[in-house]
């Protein structure tokens, strides 16, 4: 803006020196080259940073034994290899656990998206008594982490009955009715549904943050054309919501497949993939029998596969996001996610 | 205009619009509402009520018996690390939580101009997003920060070591409580880094959502970078740097890697669970109060356009 602002002086003031033109537009040059120089060198620095872990999961799962030892090996081992591959996955049984995953994943993601969107909304734009009370639980609920009411929770869908509907029935017939919903999906989808699953008081609070910068004028318009607010909702607000929704449920599916605590609780057979890296290391037996190592070669090998095996866990992911960040970032400077 | 008719009926007199709009706003909220009483507020009473009890694996599954305030006692007094524990990890979180949001900002300014190779840097900055929470990021800290056992080879390319950095610092006269803390900082650039993916994505989206106009008007009135950042495009993602402080302390606190989270998690496996929730219970009213605090000091300060 110097230069802007030198031009209009030059038209009003016909004294000014034509030398210190040029001048500031020569520093003004000079200084976009050093913010280039400055802005390349941080941004490589950053990705070696960001991408080293990968790189180095991808160098040490493609060792084999021989290259463990070798300390003329840094990044590209002599012996490729993609037994550890093989092995990890046998012990991780891969697609019976990614078929787990993606049963409990995609329902949950849909519904807590949506639940998460609706429930923001409600805070955004109403006004009612009780809403900041409401809202500074909300707060607190994303502090306490499922860690403190996870035993409760286990007991309750172990015992589940729909909002005791099963008890009140259990007065007539004598014996409570309860489901068994552990190693099942469900808990999940119960969760989610009522607002309660993994981080959705997160999702609450960045759609309501997103809801309440929207224009008020859309909302006005289409209370004039006799819209009621649920029609409004999903008919005004949530196709303009795209890009909150688009991040929501990346986060959504991100937490949903990274999450090993929860499952863990919940699952006892149907082991989901991030539950079963978990274990990996104690399930090294049974490559054991089925190749016939000592307990040496386990040792020896143990921590490739394992890094084999963390490829393999996120392998998909990084899938989901190769192909969506375009959408993704572009979203972002289309809409904006949150106000 | 059905529905408003049924609930006129229902009611047996007209709403004033006020009290449409609430009734109409608690629906949108029902689901929580309903969530918060059964799933977390019930449970969370019977943990509390956990915290009084010792739990014991009888003849018939789990027995209980009173023990007052013992398990709440013993965190304080008896327990050598949970007292530590809990004062390092808020100490850390305050100069921490600076860190990651003043460097998102950065990065996210860094990033919101056009130049060659923007989408490239995007897609990576934005990487850890997909790592950052989990099992898998465990796994690496163990085995790529930490360096593994039975691998030696790899353990000696540890990327980042200051060691040195500490030496220099304490030599040239700084205080040595002052250097200590910049030689844990750059230790934990690349955790840092890390963790502020989120943070970086919303505070884009923000910067992209500042309506153009705004800086036209700044240039004719002849405003300078420095004055743009701070009378503009600051008060204007304000809202999102709020969320992002707030979401950056959540996330230190219930970061698996976090002292007292990994306190929390050890002893339910060793079947305490009675103490496990004693210990997190008092931890999150610390973190609780922590965030009431965060709230009444900055969210007042955030600029809201509407």
Redesign the interface.
């Known amino acids: 803006m110097k230069s802007v602002k030198g031009l209009s002086m030059l038209y009003i003031n016909e004294r000014l020196n034509v030398n210190e033109i040029t001048k500031s537009v020569a520093k003004k040059r000079l200084f976009i080259v050093l913010k280039n120089i400055f802005l390349y060198a941080f941004v490589i620095c950053m990705s070696y940073i960001l991408l080293y872990p990968i790189l180095f999961l991808i160098s040490n799962a493609l060792r084999s034994k021989e290259d463990l030892f070798d300390p003329s090996v840094i990044w590209i081992p002599k012996h490729i290899t993609f037994t550890n591959f093989e092995y990890a996955n046998v012990l991780l049984s891969y697609p019976t656990a990614i078929k787990n995953t993606l049963l409990m994943l995609v329902p949950s993601v849909i519904i807590q998206t949506f639940i998460c969107m609706m429930v923001g909304y409600g805070f955004a734009r109403f006004r009612f008594a009780e809403r900041e009370i409401l809202f500074t639980i909300l707060l607190f609920t994303i502090v306490v982490p499922l860690q403190t009411i996870i035993v409760p929770l286990y007991v309750k869908f172990r015992y589940f009955d729909f909002l005791y509907i099963g008890r009140l029935l259990g007065f007539i017939t004598g014996k409570p009715l309860t489901v068994n919903l552990l190693d099942t999906p469900w808990p999940f989808y119960i969760l989610n549904l009522f607002g309660m699953g993994i981080r959705s008081s997160l999702y609450i609070f960045v759609f309501r943050q997103f809801f309440r910068n929207m224009p008020v004028e859309l909302e006005e318009a289409a209370k004039i054309d006799g819209c009621g607010p649920f029609t409004t909702f999903i008919r005004i607000m949530v196709p303009n919501a795209t890009g909150a929704i688009i991040t929501v449920m990346l986060f959504s599916i991100v937490w949903h497949w990274n999450d090993y605590y929860v499952s863990a609780m919940f699952y006892n057979e149907n082991l989901p993939i991030s539950v079963m890296l978990t274990v990996l290391n104690n399930r090294m037996s049974m490559i054991q029998d089925a190749y016939n190592f000592s307990s040496e070669d386990i040792y020896l090998i143990g921590s490739t596969v394992l890094e084999a095996g963390c490829l393999m866990v996120i392998l998909p992911l990084i899938v989901i996001y190769i192909i969506g960040q375009r959408y993704f970032t572009e979203s972002i400077e289309r809409t904006g996610i949150v106000g | ?1 059905s ?2 008719n049924s609930f006129k009926k229902f009611f047996g007199k007209k709403l004033t619009l ?1 009290q449409k ?9 029902l ?6 009483i ?3 507020i ?3 009473i ?2 509390v009520y ?1 915290t009084f009890q010792k739990l014991s694996l009888g003849e018939n599954g789990l027995e209980f018996s009173f023990i007052g305030w013992e398990n709440y006692i013993y965190a304080f007094t008896k327990d050598p690390d949970y007292f530590k524990n809990l004062t390092s990890s808020i100490t850390n979180m305050i100069y921490e939580v600076p860190i990651v949001v003043v460097f998102s900002i950065f ?1 996210a300014y ?1 990033l919101k101009d056009e ?1 060659k ?1 923007r ?1 490239f ?11 950052a ?4 990021i465990t ?2 800290k163990e ?2 920060l930490g360096g ?1 056992t ?5 353990s000696s ?1 540890t ?1 980042f070591k200051a060691e040195n950095l500490r030496a220099v610092l304490i030599n040239a006269g700084i205080p040595r409580w002052f250097s200590m803390y910049v030689v844990d900082i750059v230790n934990k ?2 955790d840092l ?2 963790r502020s993916g ?1 943070q970086i ?2 505070i ?3 910067l ?2 500042i309506p153009k106009s705004f800086y036209e008007v700044a ?1 004719i009135e ?3 970078e420095w004055e743009k950042f701070w009378k503009i495009t600051f008060p204007m993602i304000s ?2 740097v709020y ?1 992002a402080i ?2 950056s302390i ?1 996330d230190y ?2 970061d ?1 890697g976090n002292q007292v ?1 990994r306190m ?2 050890n002893e ?1 496996n060793k079947g305490r ?1 009675e103490y ?2 004693t210990i ?2 008092i931890y ?1 009213l610390v ?2 109060i922590i ?1 009431l605090i965060v ?1 009444r000091f900055i969210g007042k300060r955030v600029v ?3």
């Open positions: 205009m529905k408003t006020r709009e609430a009734m109409y706003g608690r629906l949108f909220i689901p929580w509402v309903i969530g918060l059964v799933f977390f019930i449970p969370f019977n943990s956990y990065v860094l130049f190779g989408t840097a995007r897609t990576i900055f934005f990487f850890p997003v997909i790592i929470s989990g099992v898998v796994v690496l085995n790529v593994s039975s691998n030696m080879v790899a390319t990327i650039i690349f880094t890390w989120v994505l919303l884009l989206a923000a992209h959502n240039i002849g405003a300078t809202p999102t969320v707030i979401y959540i606190f219930t698996y989270m929390v998690v339910a669970f496990s929730t997190a219970i999150f973190v609780m965030i709230n809201y356009l509407t």
